[in-house]
């Protein structure tokens, strides 16, 4: 059960990033797929996911409009599309699999996570 988030770098507000998660064909095949985000000193927090079987996202409030997650299931891997991005979103992003609500530890693997970093 591997997933490895890559894509993350440091970019000017406004600007954009592409997240990536590749997984395991047995970590992906039939699994939800969440992306988490974690500010230092704050805890890990819902950004969004997408269903496995319908292609259903869900967003938290703070992402909406400018984040879009996506996935191919054909490449096993999930993206996290962030754009008009702020200094808030800074901190490191994870990919997470296998789970089904905002609830971290409803959501069995993990990623190793990547940095974002958006400068004012």
């Known amino acids: 059960v591997q997933l490895q988030a890559s894509g993350g770098g440091s970019v000017q507000t406004g600007g954009s990033l592409r997240l990536s998660c590749a997984a395991s064909r047995r970590t992906f095949g039939s699994s939800n797929m969440g992306w988490f985000r974690q500010a230092p000193g704050k805890e890990r927090e819902f950004v969004g996911s997408i269903t496995w079987s319908t292609g259903t996202t869900y967003y938290a409030d703070f992402v909406k409009g400018r984040f879009t997650i996506s996935r191919d299931n054909a490449k096993n891997t999930g993206y996290l599309q962030m754009n008009s991005l702020k200094p808030e979103d800074t901190g490191v992003y994870y990919c997470?699999?296998?789970?089904?609500?905002?609830?971290?530890?409803?959501?069995?693997?993990w990623g190793q996570g990547t940095q974002v970093t958006v400068s004012s």
């Open positions: 997470a699999a296998g789970g089904r609500s905002t609830q971290t530890f409803q959501w069995p693997y």
